[in-house]
Structure formats: structure tokens, C-alpha cells
């Protein structure tokens, strides 16, 4: 299974960004899709996930009335995170990951993409 991430970038605070993450394919171990961000010297941690069929969504406190998760496997398998009234806070590095369940252990998912950062200046 291979994802790629894309859609950083560099945008002001209040503003909005989308990142893409394109999966290559459905197995028992790419069943749910999932967000995480990471800073320099921390832990990379849970933004949002989301199921195959788009049916369950979860997400991070932090991030919660100001994020929202989707999927449209017509197209490419592809799962997208909007970000909106972005924060300075939220600036990270963004990975996609895939696994079998809807959690928020990162070590839980066994197929990563690669990251893409997002920048929010104030």
C-alpha cells in the first residue's frame, strides 16, 4: 500500500489550506486513513481519521469544529483533510497513514506517506 500526501504550504492565520492523500489501494491493513502532525522535537500526533466507507470520522480535540476529513474512492482512493481558521499552532509537518482500525496511535498504522508541511504565520 502507497500513499502520497500533498496540498502544504504556507498560508496566514484565519486562513484555509486542503491536503490530498492518495491510497493506492484497499486491503485489511489500509481499512481507515488517518492524519498526524508533527513538530520538530516532538511526537508525531492524531489530526483526524477516517474510515473506508467515510462512515466513521474521528478527530483531535485541538482540531475539532475547524477540520473536517473526507474521502472519495472514485478518485485515486483519495482522502482529504480542510483546514480551516488555521492557527500558528497548527504549523507541522503533515503525514497521511493508513491501518486496520480507527485509532490514534500512530504506531497502530502500518503504511505512512511521505510528509508535507504546513505553515501558518501570524
Known amino acids: 500500500v502507497q500513499l502520497q500526501a500533498s496540498g502544504g504550504g504556507l498560508v496566514q492565520a484565519g486562513g484555509s489550506l486542503r491536503l490530498s492523500c492518495t491510497v493506492s489501494k484497499r486491503t485489511s491493513s489500509s481499512l481507515v486513513t488517518g492524519w498526524f502532525r508533527q513538530t520538530p522535537g516532538k511526537e508525531r500526533v492524531h489530526v483526524a481519521a477516517?474510515?473506508?466507507?467515510?462512515?466513521?470520522?474521528?478527530y483531535a480535540d485541538s482540531v475539532k469544529g475547524r477540520f473536517t476529513i473526507s474521502r472519495d474512492n472514485a478518485n485515486l482512493n483519495t482522502v482529504y483533510l480542510q483546514m480551516d481558521s488555521l492557527k500558528p499552532e497548527d504549523t507541522a509537518v503533515y503525514y497521511c497513514?493508513?491501518?486496520?482500525?480507527?485509532?490514534?496511535?500512530?504506531?497502530?498504522?502500518?503504511?505512512w506517506g511521505q510528509g508535507t508541511l504546513v505553515t501558518v504565520s501570524s
Open positions: 477516517i474510515t473506508w466507507s467515510g462512515s466513521i470520522t474521528i
Open positions: 497513514a493508513a491501518g486496520p482500525s480507527i485509532v490514534t496511535t500512530p504506531a497502530t498504522y502500518d503504511f
